[in-house]
């Protein structure tokens, strides 16, 4: 049986013109979990994981309008909830597929929580905006008020709220959620894990956890949580059947197996974007400089046939470029699974 991970991008829960609504959320993922079960139909062992940006946009606005009846709550808290409402989601419509193709599994939301390190660079250059525009004023009052950072965004007109996006170093429900599958509870349970890339935590000295305002990269955290589980396949799911070279000329050649080392080479020639399909790429490099064995990007239609090697972009292989593995890839430790 073979362990599967798999990350699903925004466009599995909200399409970019939905309104955000419960019964649009409910659509898209009864779009999205046919193809999930039928990869566990097909044998694997299915672990998700998934994206939360526009959900936590949201509940960003929702916190901002509540206020000061409603206290608004930090983001970290946010990230809890917009797993929560996702997770819950994933458990509805997953498990109702499976048992349409009666499969008995259950299908357990969890909380993530993902190491970051207080010494991060990305704390002291925050880049990753999240929530909405504000015009210039209220910027300022905002950045002096709640200590926030903003930018401005000449293109859209409109100042934003930026913040770090450090690296995950460690998924801290990993070990207890290999536990389970290393003593053969993949055959009934798919956990659906760190959402949203998992919400950010810091360590102090006394060893004891605290939430911080930071986005993860949700793909980065997929490379970490494949790693940990000792998956043999990490399948980024987005809204392009493949990646290409190419990619927006009128000639883009979409790429089908390609070694590790190729596709290195075509990262660092910036044939991928940046901020949507590189990171995409550097988590399933970072997968397979780790130790893991195939890496996978495709949509949804197409990630049965993908993973039965006949769609998709394929990359195997672990030797790639010189560069030293990122700290947040842990080598596979433990004993290999059979
Ligand atoms: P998600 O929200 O699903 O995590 P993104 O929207 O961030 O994913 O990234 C997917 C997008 O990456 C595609 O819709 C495509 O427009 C873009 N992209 C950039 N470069 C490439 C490439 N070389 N091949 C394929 N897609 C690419
Ligand atoms: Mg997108």
Known sequence: MSRLVVALGGNAIQR??????????????????????EVVRA??????????????????????????EIPAPPMHVLDAESEGQIGYLVALELEAE????????????????TEVSARDPAF?????????????????RLARGEGWVMRPDPQRGGWRRV???????????????????DAGLGSQL???????????????????????????DKDRTAALVALELGADTLAIVTDVPAAAVGFGSAHPRWLGEVGAAEMAGYLARGEFG??????????????????????????????????????????????????????SAPRRSGKPRS
Request: no cysteine; charged share 25%.
């Open 163 to 181: 913040v770090p996006s450090p690296r995950p170093r460690r998924w801290l429900e990993g070990p207890g959620v290999r536990r389970m599958l």
């Open 274 to 327: 940046e901020g949507s399909m590189a990171p995409k790429i550097e988590a399933g490099l970072d997968f397979l400089r780790g130790g893991g064995g195939r890496f996978v990007v495709t949509d949804i239609p197409s990630l049965p046939a993908a993973l039965a090697g006949r769609a998709g972009t394929r990359v195997v292989g672990g030797s790639t470029a010189p560069r030293k593995a990122p700290s």
């Open 16 to 37: 970019a013109h939905d309104h955000g609504t419960w019964s649009e959320s409910v659509r898209q993922m009864r779009r999205t979990v046919p193809a999930l079960a």
């Open 124 to 140: 002291r250059h925050p880049t990753k905006p999240v929530g909405r525009f504000y015009p210039e004023r209220d910027a300022r």
């Open 190 to 216: 798919v956990p659906v894990v760190t959402g949203g890339g998992g919400i950010p935590v810091v360590r102090d000295r006394s060893g004891r956890y605290r939430g911080v305002d930071a986005v993860i």
């Open 43 to 68: 044998g694997h062992e299915l672990i998700v994981t998934h994206g939360n940006g526009p959900q936590v946009g949201n509940l960003l606005r929702e916190a901002e309008l509540g206020a000061p």
């Open 98 to 113: 499976l048992r349409r193709r009666r499969l008995a599994h259950t299908v357990v939301a969890m909380i993530g929580r």
